[in-house]
């Protein structure tokens, strides 16, 4: 399973990022391993983040994608896409270890 971790910064000691759609990075992480770091191209700029960020990580085959908080119209995106969501808060790095 891939999951997709909105990121303040480039690794995994970083915070979870509060905005899913402005997130600075997504760390994609699979089997619990960080296989890829995206610099998010929706992070700044006009509307429609949501679902710039919905397409970007669904091209990208992610089953699941985390934030501190997704928005109304990006939760939409997700479930369209079918792509689960989960809003959580804190390190990266504890959160793979739960997994």
């Given at each position: 399973m891939?999951?997709a971790?909105?990121?303040?910064?480039?690794?995994?000691?970083?915070?979870?990022?509060?905005?899913?759609?402005?997130?600075p990075?997504?760390?994609?992480?699979e089997?619990?391993?960080?296989?890829?770091?995206?610099?998010?191209?929706?992070?700044?700029?006009?509307?429609?983040?949501?679902?710039?960020?919905?397409?970007?990580?669904?091209?990208?085959?992610?089953?699941?994608?985390?934030?501190?908080?997704?928005g109304?119209?990006?939760?939409?995106?997700?479930?369209?896409?079918?792509?689960?969501?989960e809003?959580r808060?804190?390190?990266?790095k504890?959160?793979?270890d739960e997994?």
């Amino acid at each position: 399973m891939k999951v997709a971790i909105a990121s303040e910064n480039k690794n995994e000691n970083s915070e979870i990022s509060a905005r899913a759609g402005r997130a600075p990075f997504y760390l994609i992480f699979e089997g619990g391993n960080l296989i890829k770091v995206m610099k998010n191209p929706f992070s700044f700029g006009g509307g429609g983040a949501g679902w710039g960020v919905a397409k970007m990580l669904g091209d990208y085959k992610v089953d699941l994608v985390i934030a501190e908080n997704f928005g109304e119209n990006m939760k939409m995106a997700f479930k369209e896409r079918k792509i689960n969501f989960e809003e959580r808060k804190g390190n990266i790095k504890n959160f793979i270890d739960e997994k």
